[in-house]
């Protein structure tokens, strides 16, 4: 019987001792695993450009001169004209080529250990790159990453709103759908000193500059002591823009057929014409304008014409029903895709300023027909849209309540003199 216990005592002894000595072994290996298996999923943070690792590539940036090419660009980095050719075939359903323009950027990536480059990358615009992989080759485009920043801002009127609001940082696109808000309650023509704004909105920043503006979320005019809200409010599926009685501040046609512009002469049954030196009527409404400034349909409608004819020059004439039609003469070329028969909405670009046919310098003639006669576009009553249906009203009165107490809130900012050294 004693033998059975020296014996069972031998095997515990052996038992505790591999545990001391192999157990402490194994916790130990597993506790190195653990740290080797955590150090493997630690990321390895890239160095990345347009979403492709640039670690092992050189860096070439540019801007597109006058006359470049796809071709003209990539010779310089010794691209084969056969993968030239090829890439530029396949990339007419994503980016037609031919549409590369002057002054725009563009980078080219080539390995450490080659000239050739490896990917090409245009920008179309501030918004999005295109991506050339030269290697395989393949196209493919992309948006840059964006922010929206929340903004609010209120100002006082010293010379414009136009020179006001850019004092203050405000964007040329801003500007021009604040005009539009208060088009046809407020003539911009005739601001007074200290009338004062507000407006409510989000920016578009990519890359820390300003790509946009979403919708004006809510805006504040006083004119002459008058107060003017302009409230957003969905209704029949589209947002529109209400007063605080409910009445619309959108009417069936824009007020003015370019942004921000000057008119240089109106309608007139007597006016003395700088090119034919003699006095004539002159049933259109002028608007003075730099070259090239986008012209937009004050309304929508369906294109009657859009063609070249003598003393017009390049003109489109557009139905909008069948009491108004209206006609945007001069310009230097037409709007891509405006022809006989096109539906166009309202704010749409048909045109571009021009001194085509008989003008003596840039400028849009905008005419305004009624009932199938020539009128005075600004003298004319123009029907506004449709207000707050009753059974909105109460949704609306909600919401007003609290844009106008948002708008309440916003203090004017003051834009102080630069200072003049004697």
Known sequence: MRKYWTIGGLLFIICITFWIFGGNDSLVQKKEASEIIATEIIPV????LYGINVDDLDIIEGVVERNQTLSTLLAPFNVPYQIIDEIAKKSKSIFDVKKIA??????VLTPKDSSQAQFFIYEPNRTEFVVFNLGQPA???ENKPMEINNREIGGTISSSLYVNMTELGLTPDLIDQFADLYGWVVDFQRLQKDDKFKVIFKEQVVEDQIVGIEDIEAAYFEH???VY???PFEQNGIISYFDEKGNSLKKAFLRDPLKFSRISSRYSLSRFHPVQKR???HLGTDYAAPRGTEIRSVGDGTVLEATYRGGNGNFVKIRHNGTYTTQYLHMSKIGNGIKKGTRVKQGQVIGYVGSTGLATGPHLCFRFWKHGKQVDW???EIPPAEPIEEANKLAFEQVKKEKISKLSEIQYTEVLPLLTSN
């Open 102 to 107: 002057f002054n725009k950027k563009y980078t």
């Open 139 to 141: 196209i493919y485009k």
């Open 229 to 231: 809200h302009a409230i």
């Open 279 to 281: 006095y004539k009527a």
């Open 378 to 380: 600004l003298r004319e």
């Open 45 to 48: 943070e890239e160095n990345l």
């Open 224 to 226: 002459m002591g008058q």
